[in-house]
């Protein structure tokens, strides 16, 4: 059995490990341990089983999983994984951290990592640290499983935040029409219609987000982890407004995915012991 120490309540770990599983293409029982309220869509989740646990580090220890994936947070979101079931094989997913604001978090004793797999540049003393408690560490390149395309006329806002950052994303989206001096149809896909939301600006509830169709002139996204890679191939359409996170740097990742050379986790030689 695989399971997915997914703690966070976003969309975000969720869309990577439906991407890490397909990539890898790793199959039968898994059981992911989130909090996340999207865990509830099956668009998202189907084929899982989902657990919210409150003592997540006793959920795992019972479940005495063959594989353990722990996604983002090497010791989990608080510094909480502070042991892992004997026998266990642990594989890492390493993403770009704020490591600065992470590191205080981390508890005397971390776990080690039989892989890590790291999706994108880390800051130096983040992948320092990942190499001394991994045994083997590479880059890896995900692919999300196949789906429809999203077409709509004009431009498409993609965010599933909350409500005050999809207006804010809105507004950037239209600054920049204005600015261009062009009238482009809007639409926002997004789990829900946030209230305030502009008149003139459609909305859909689309899962996946991606890829866009055709008609698509122009991406407006905020620069988290999922949106950056997967409209990497649509770039000279992207734009991205960055947001604060306690523990994501987004504005490096809108800074490095403007510079093709920057954003490569090619660059990150695979080490084994």
């Not at 998202?44 to 006793?58: K, M």
């Not at 797999?117 to 983040?126: G, I, K, N, Q, T």
């Not at 005050?164 to 920049?176: F, G, N, P, T």
């Not at 982890?225 to 409209?231: G, T």
């Amino acid at each position: 059995m695989i399971v997915c120490y997914a703690r966070g309540g976003g969309l975000g770990h969720l869309t990577r490990l439906r991407a890490v599983l397909h990539t890898l293409g790793w199959g039968g029982e898994v059981t992911v341990l989130s909090g996340s309220p999207f865990a509830a869509d099956a668009r998202i989740a189907g084929g899982w089983r989902v657990l919210a646990p409150s003592d997540p580090v006793r959920t795992l220890a019972e479940l005495e999983p063959d594989e353990l994936i722990v996604d983002a947070f090497p010791a989990g979101l608080k510094g909480e994984l502070t042991a892992v079931p004997a026998g266990t094989r642990v594989t890492h997913l390493a993403r770009l951290l704020r490591w600065d604001a992470y590191l205080p978090l981390l508890p005397a004793v971390p776990p080690r990592f039989d892989r890590t797999f790291v999706l994108e540049p880390l800051d130096p003393a983040h992948g320092s640290y990942l190499r001394s408690v991994s045994d083997e560490i590479a880059p890896l390149d995900l692919t999300d499983p196949p789906s429809a395309p999203i077409d709509v006329d004009g431009w498409l806002i993609v965010h599933g935040g909350p409500d005050a950052e999809i207006r804010e994303l809105v507004a950037y989206a239209r600054d920049m029409a204005a600015l261009e001096g062009v009238r482009p149809p809007m639409t926002l896909v997004s789990p829900r219609r946030p209230d305030g939301l502009p008149a003139g600006i459609a909305h859909r509830d689309a899962y996946p987000a991606c890829p866009p169709g055709p008609r698509v002139e122009r991406i407006v996204t905020a620069a988290g982890f999922n949106a950056v890679r997967q409209f990497a191939p649509w770039r000279d359409r992207h734009r991205m407004l960055p947001f604060p996170r306690a523990l994501d740097d987004q504005f490096t990742r809108a800074k490095r995915a403007r510079d093709p050379a920057l954003g490569s986790t090619s660059r990150f030689r695979s080490t084994s012991r």
